[in-house]
């Protein structure tokens, strides 16, 4: 079974306009970053050269509903 280790940084003021990143890696590779703002997530791929894919918390919240599997309550 795959390793899974979150690293993250927080910065040290008021979510605003610094975002939160979490550092995703799977048996110790790097599989990208999680940026998270007050306005949307940004997941950067450590193999995407750079490319960003955006989704705003609607969008986040919808794609969950959608694509997430329920658990608790």
């Given at each position: 079974?795959?390793?899974?280790d ?40 450590s ?15 919808l ?11």
């Amino acid at each position: 079974m795959a390793k899974h280790d979150v690293k993250f940084e927080i910065p040290s003021a008021t979510l605003g306009n610094s975002d939160v990143v979490f550092e995703i890696r799977r048996n110790d590779k790097l599989l990208g970053k999680l940026e998270v703002s007050k306005g949307a997530i940004v997941w950067v791929r450590s193999h995407s050269k750079g490319a960003k894919f955006r989704l705003f918390w609607k969008d986040f919240d919808l794609l969950m509903e959608d694509r997430g599997e329920k658990v608790g309550v």
